[in-house]
Structure formats: C-alpha cells, structure tokens
Nanobody, 120 residues
C-alpha cells in the first residue's frame, strides 16, 4: 500500500511562487499532481516518470515544474507566476500504468491534499 503525504501549500499573492512536496512510502514509478476546486472535477496538472519525461497541462506550461527525487521517494511541484485561477486543493498521486499521464484513472494512490490560495 502506497502512502503519500503532501506539504508546502499556503496563501500567496498573484505572481508569487510556492513549492509543493510529496513524500511516499512504497514509491511507484509514475507520479503526478492534480488539483480540484469545489464543484469541479479533479484535473491533472503535471506528471512525471521517475526517470524523467514530464508532462504538463496547457494551463501551467512554462510556469510549473515537476521533479522527482527517487532516493527520497519524493516528488515536487515548483509553481511560479501563480494566478488566481491556480487556487485549488492540490493532490499528489502515484500509479504504475502509462506514464506520464494526466488521467485520473491512471493513479491508484492519493495524498490528502494541500490547499493553495492565490490572491490578487
């Protein structure tokens, strides 16, 4: 059973930066970040294979960077130039299927989420 714990969320002004971290036990080879706002479906933000090869949602390309530290069983999301529309609960996910993938169905382990709030 994979256990994932996120950290690093918080409140920031538009244009600012945050770095999310996710630590896992029983690391899986495909890692991703998703986000969700109330009333909307959870959407994929970024995904990465533990050997590299990231994939990003169009809405975050050029602003967000996903990275992985295999030795520490951790995945990170560096978020720069944050916008109000980036406000959401962010979730770390792990899977063993096709990678990288922004599809919810690709992942079977999830963290509890960390809130990111961007104000203008």
């Amino acid at each position: 059973q994979v256990a994932l714990v996120e950290s690093g969320g918080g409140s920031v002004q538009a244009g600012g930066s945050l770095r999310l971290s996710c630590g896992g036990s029983g690391f899986m080879y495909c890692m991703a970040w998703f986000r969700q706002v109330p009333g909307k479906e959870r959407e994929g933000v970024a995904s990465i294979h533990t050997d590299g090869n990231p994939r990003y949602a169009d809405s975050v390309k050029g602003r967000f960077t996903i990275s992985v530290d295999k030795a520490k069983n951790s995945v990170f999301l560096q978020m720069n130039s944050l916008k109000r529309e980036d406000t959401a609960m962010y979730y770390c996910a792990a899977g063993e299927d096709w990678c990288p993938s922004l599809s919810l169905n690709n992942y079977n382990a999830w963290g509890q989420g960390t809130q990111v709030t961007v104000s203008s």
